[in-house]
Every structure is written in structure tokens, then in C-alpha cells.
């Protein structure tokens, strides 16, 4: 089984990468990059000026992504599974899925704030495995390009069934009934295996 722990720092650093502060960040440091080769081409007066500009771009890029990071672990890290949920969410998207059930999963991460009350005094183990879960499934389907729909769809039913429980359960109990059954799935998920389990669902790539 995947480690919890594991998984949630590998979420972090991917933030590092991909998250949203990150990408503005990385796009500003590049134009200004463009904009000293090009001022280096042309006029020297606009070199030193250039300069500036990039190192203030440089340390206000820090300081997004650390604050992007920051917040992302505040509250037991519910804005870390709130990023690697809508990532998982855009993979699937990718596929040609549209997910009601994730969709209304999303909207109750970002939302619902008694959810968000819950996280400040203790985090939801089986919201951790849900968002874990369907990011594996979502990672693994998107490695098969077109046939990744009937690898997802074929392997969902045990998340999408915790999800809807987890719209009808109180908080206070949805970690007994949902943990047993997410983590005897997470013991044993499904693995990028075209020539294995996947060749009886669609026939040869």
C-alpha cells in the first residue's frame, strides 16, 4: 500500500512544480529572462534596469510559492488535497471523462466548510485515501492515452461508492466506515500493465 506520509510530501513537491503560484512564477521569470537577452542585443542602457526588474520578479516568485506551500498545509494540509484532487480531476478530463461524483467530491473539498472545520482540528484519514486513490487511478489511466477511459471507468466503482457514502455519512463517523474499504483497495490497485490485466477489457494496443 502507498504510504499516506509519502504520497503527501510527493504532492508537495509536485506543488513546487505545478501549482498555480509555481506556473505564474516560472512564466514571469522566463518573459523577464527573454526581456535581458533581448535588452542585451540593444541598447546597454537597458540592461541594469532589466536586471532589477528580474531579481524583484525572482524574490516575489519566492515568495508565492513559499506562501503557496504554506497554505497548502495549514489546516492538516486540506489545501495540498484540494490541489492534487483538481489535478486528478483535470487528468480525467483529459480522457474524455466527466465525473459528477468527483465533480460534487471537489466541490465539497473547497466549499463545505464544516469540512474545513473538521481539518483545523484533525485530519480525515479517509479524505486522504479517497484523494489518493483517485489520484493513482487517474495517473495510471492517463498513461494508457486512449484507452486510459476503460481503464478508469473499469476501476472507479470503489472510490465513487466512498465518495457517495462520504456525502451521507456525519464527519464524525465517515473515517470508521470508509478507511477499512479504501485502504483494502489502495493494497492493491491497479498498475500500468497494457500487455497484463488490461489486454482481456480492449483487445491488443
Not at 504510504?3 to 509536485?14: A, H, K, S, V
Not at 514571469?28 to 535581458?36: G, K
Not at 536586471?51 to 489545501?79: P, T
Not at 465539497?108 to 481539518?119: G, H, K, V
Request: glycine share 6%; hydrophobic share 50%.
Amino acid at each position: 500500500m502507498v504510504d499516506p506520509e509519502l504520497w503527501l510530501r510527493q504532492q508537495l513537491w509536485e506543488q513546487l512544480w505545478k501549482g498555480p503560484a509555481a506556473v505564474s512564477a516560472y512564466w514571469s521569470i522566463a518573459i523577464q529572462l527573454v526581456c535581458v537577452g533581448l535588452s542585451a542585443l540593444g541598447s546597454r542602457g537597458l540592461q541594469e534596469p532589466n536586471l532589477w526588474i528580474l531579481s524583484i520578479i525572482i524574490l516575489l516568485g519566492v515568495l508565492l510559492i513559499l506562501g503557496d506551500e504554506i497554505a497548502s498545509c495549514r489546516n492538516h494540509r486540506l489545501g495540498l488535497l484540494r490541489f492534487s484532487a483538481a489535478q486528478s480531476r483535470d487528468r480525467i478530463e483529459k480522457l474524455g471523462i466527466k465525473s459528477k461524483q468527483v465533480d460534487r467530491f471537489l466541490n465539497a473539498l473547497w466549499l463545505n466548510r464544516e469540512l474545513e472545520f473538521s481539518f483545523r482540528n484533525t485530519r480525515l484519514q479517509s479524505v486522504v485515501l479517497m484523494v489518493l486513490a483517485l489520484d493513482l487511478l487517474s495517473r495510471i489511466a492517463s498513461r494508457y492515452g486512449r484507452c486510459g477511459r476503460k481503464v478508469f471507468e473499469a476501476n472507479q466503482d470503489p472510490i465513487v461508492s466512498a465518495m457517495q457514502l462520504f456525502e451521507c455519512v456525519p464527519f464524525t463517523d465517515v473515517d470508521k466506515i470508509l478507511v477499512e474499504p479504501l485502504r483494502a483497495w489502495l493494497k492493491d490497485p491497479p498498475k500500468f500493465d497494457p500487455e497484463g490485466w488490461a489486454l482481456p477489457l480492449f483487445g491488443k494496443f
